[in-house]
């Protein structure tokens, strides 16, 4: 027989870890508030066509080609993944988890039938290169340099921010040097989109981008996977084709009104949008471009410099340099014990996160918490956490040197 569960219940909890972020009551609001209407429905259209002008603008780009592919982050890498075709050589710079998932996927694209069937699940495809940098460091320009010269090929990819590790790499370095040997750039910038200042149409030589719902955008009541391509790309796609239909690049953009290169008024139907999902996505773009990129972005370096000298106060070791997280050592005598620490914590209700590949290190999240409020309530947490532990710090005097930095801030 078919055991009916009760109905799920999910706590409240302070999600301070990589991400998701915390989601905004407005946006929930519009999740909860929007009527039932189907996807060709004249107001869920509107609700598209605004958001993909927004996009636009959160994106600072006239890349026509700009829209959200329903999903998560690596739906949204999959679309523009999705340019590459068996045997098209690429070269690839990992430094963390995410963009050696991305590296996976691009393995699996440019795959031969053969390399394919050989190790289905984790293909060695000979015409992709694999430049790794170590976990903690930066993809720097030389780096991609030295590659792009090297090997030529037609595609290069890299993270803008890798999560993993929480390290920025060489963005205008990657677009530099993509432009200087002809080469397409791909960039997964999942974390940086909604967090960081920056306009991609200062990087020609990037030619397709991927971001998600549930980081710097905060639209995590599963919604849209932001993506932007240039002409050039979307030419690319048009000659050669490529395989999928749902996450087409082309096909999916027709839904947000964008047909044969041009802003459209009446969309064509590509797959069920949800009209909650339309209404939340739009409210989470509202906010962001109401708040202002420049302004979001300094309050990130703000909160993330408060976080960052009160763990360094509790003997913590910081290793990244972005502004929605520290990736942080534990003081020698709690090192090794990082996974107990974050168990203990999320126990408690306080989502924190390791690192999910090596070295084991401790990650601690800002997105959406740009208060002094919300900074301090992390820190006393994730203290408690670490005095649970054995640790040697005198709490009092951590939170005291917070308050003065936010004191020193606001005077
Ligand atoms: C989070 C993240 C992803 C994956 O996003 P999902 O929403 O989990 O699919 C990919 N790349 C980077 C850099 C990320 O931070």
């Not at 988890?97 to 691009?106: M, N």
């Amino acid at each position: 027989m078919t055991k009916i569960y009760p109905p799920l219940e999910i706590p409240e909890t302070l999600a301070a870890g990589p991400g998701p972020g915390n989601t905004d009551p407005r946006v929930l609001e519009r999740f909860a508030k929007t009527g039932v209407a189907d996807h060709m429905q004249a107001d869920v259209l509107r609700g598209m066509i605004e958001a993909k002008y927004m996009l636009r603008e959160l994106w600072g780009t006239d890349n026509v080609y700009t829209y959200g592919v329903a999903g998560t982050g690596f739906t949204g890498l999959d679309c523009v993944l999705s340019m590459i075709l068996p045997g098209d050589k690429v070269v690839a710079f990992p430094n963390g988890t995410f963009s050696g998932i991305d590296s996976l996927t691009i393995r699996m694209k440019a795959a031969t039938k053969e390399e394919l069937a050989e190790n289905s699940l984790d293909p060695k495809a000979s015409s992709v290169t694999i430049v790794e940098t170590p976990h903690g460091q930066s993809v720097t320009g030389e780096t991609v340099e030295k590659a792009l010269a090297e090997h030529k090929p037609m595609w290069a990819f890299m993270a803008h921010w890798e999560t993993g590790s929480g390290r920025i790499n060489d963005l205008k370095g990657f677009s530099d040097a993509c432009v200087k040997h002809g080469v397409m750039g791909i960039v997964d910038a999942v974390s940086s989109l909604g967090v960081d200042d920056f306009n991609i149409d200062d990087y020609p030589g990037v030619v397709a981008w991927a971001s998600c719902p549930q980081k710097g955008v905060l639209s995590l009541p599963l919604t849209y996977a932001p993506v932007s391509f240039t002409d050039k790309a979307i030419e690319v796609v048009k000659d050669r084709g490529c395989r999928t239909y749902v996450n087409h690049p082309i096909l999916n953009a027709r839904h947000w009104g964008i047909m044969d290169g041009k802003d459209v008024e009446a969309p064509g139907y590509h797959q069920t949008h949800s009209c909650y999902a339309v209404a939340a996505f739009h409210e989470a773009l509202r906010i962001i471009l109401n708040y202002g990129k420049a302004a979001k972005a300094a309050s990130y370096a703000y909160h993330e410099r408060a976080l960052r000298e009160a763990v360094e106060a509790m003997g913590c070791d910081v290793t990244s340099d972005m502004t929605s997280l520290v990736v942080l050592n534990l003081p020698g005598k709690l090192a090794g014990r990082e996974k107990e620490l974050v168990q203990g914590a999320r126990a408690k209700g306080f989502g924190i996160w390791p690192t999910l590949s090596e070295p084991v290190q401790v990650r601690i999240g800002i997105l959406n918490q740009l208060s002094e409020e919300q900074i301090t309530e992390i820190v006393s947490r994730f203290a408690d956490a670490m005095l649970e532990m054995g640790a040697d710090f005198d709490k009092a005097q951590v939170m005291a040197g917070l308050q003065s930095y936010y004191a020193k801030k606001a005077a």
